[in-house]
């Protein structure tokens, strides 16, 4: 498969930052990193090796490659050092608005006039942020989901203006890097499948904020419905993406649609505001290392 880029650039090296690096790394591409945190990317990386392997065993990259890809991984303490030479930058930075025109507006100004700006936002359509890169014809949404976790999948959607050249080389990148990509044809909230899961997300946020059900019903009823009875359902899914990031991403469709029915319920708020945001912190919906739905008797039919 021909490589349509050369040189990659990652800016914001978190949870989904740091897997597409090594993504982009396992797939020999000259991969170079930025976050404003140093050191991020490494201890994110030992995050994930500790989830990985009390979650699943071998990820999408397995271990044993992870040091090679680390290698090849170039991470830099100036924003310009990283995309001056890129011909894709991706950004991974939080889910806020005005953090992403900023960071637009910041690569725009570093990044060769030829180079793809691409953000990996959850959310947020590119037409909302390609304005402030002064390049928006060059400008994608590239939504990579978990791919370590073996989901290596990524929305591939056009802003308002972008060239269809931009678009198909987005889509040949996640090709490359061993990713199905999942196009949108015209701009759409959500993109692909991430406006399904956030339909699923919504309902069961209801149903549990109100009190409805015991949260771990929906999750045994969906790891029965998928065939995952290794893995978790929607609950311990939020738990593993960061309570935090679900609440943002439910403000961004608010935002946009006013529905009070869009409005992310209070008592996930109050579960931020305690510092119960998932994994991250050792309690969300289910408490870590140790959670409920992979223990044996999760799925017991016993009294
Ligand atoms: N967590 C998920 O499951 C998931 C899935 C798909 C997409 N996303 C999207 O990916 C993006 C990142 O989410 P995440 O969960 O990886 O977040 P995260 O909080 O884990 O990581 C964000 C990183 O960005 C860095 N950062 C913050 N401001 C910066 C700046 N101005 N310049 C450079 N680095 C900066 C932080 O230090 C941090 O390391 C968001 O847009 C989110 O919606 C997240």
Redesign the pocket.
């Known amino acids: 498969m021909t490589k349509p880029f050369k040189k990659i650039a990652v ?8 897997q597409i690096a090594m993504l982009a790394s396992n797939a020999g591409y000259d991969v170079t990193i ?4 140093t050191g ?1 990317f490494d201890a ?1 990386m030992k995050k994930l090796h500790s989830e990985l392997t009390a979650k699943q065993g071998e990820p999408f990259i397995p271990f044993d490659q992870w040091p090679a890809c680390r290698q090849q991984i170039k991470e830099v303490e100036k ?1 310009d050092e990283a995309v001056k030479d890129a011909d894709l930058v991706i ?5 806020n608005l005005e ?2 025109r ?2 637009f507006r910041q690569l725009g100004q570093l990044m060769s006039p030829d180079a793809i700006l691409a ?6 359509p590119v037409s909302h942020i390609e304005k402030s890169s002064a390049r928006p014809e060059r400008c994608l949404n590239l ?4 791919a370590l976790y073996g989901m290596n999948m990524a929305d591939v959607m056009g802003g308002s203006r972008t060239l269809p050249e931009v678009v198909d080389k987005g889509i040949r990148w996640v090709r490359s890097l061993g990713c199905i990509p999942l196009t949108v044809k015209k701009e759409l909230l959500g993109f692909c499948f991430n406006r399904v899961w956030r339909a699923i997300k919504r309902e069961v946020l209801y149903m549990w904020a109100n009190d409805f059900v015991d949260f771990r019903d929906i999750d045994r009823a969906w790891m029965k419905f998928t065939g995952r009875e290794d893995r978790y359902g929607p609950f311990g899914l939020m738990d ?3 309570l935090d ?1 679900i609440y ?2 439910e403000m961004v469709y608010y935002r946009n649609s006013k529905d009070p029915k869009d409005q992310p319920p209070e008592a996930l708020k109050q579960k931020i505001d305690r510092g119960e945001l998932g994994v991250k912190t050792g309690k969300g919906f289910y408490s870590y290392p140790d959670p409920e739905y992979l223990r044996d008797d999760f799925l017991s039919t016993k009294d």
């Open positions: 800016v914001g090296t978190g949870t989904l930052g740091a930025f976050d404003r945190q991020a994110m924003l950004e991974a930075v939080p889910e953090l992403k900023d960071v953000t990996n936002s959850s959310s947020i939504h990579f989901y978990m593993s993406v960061g990031v943002d991403i």
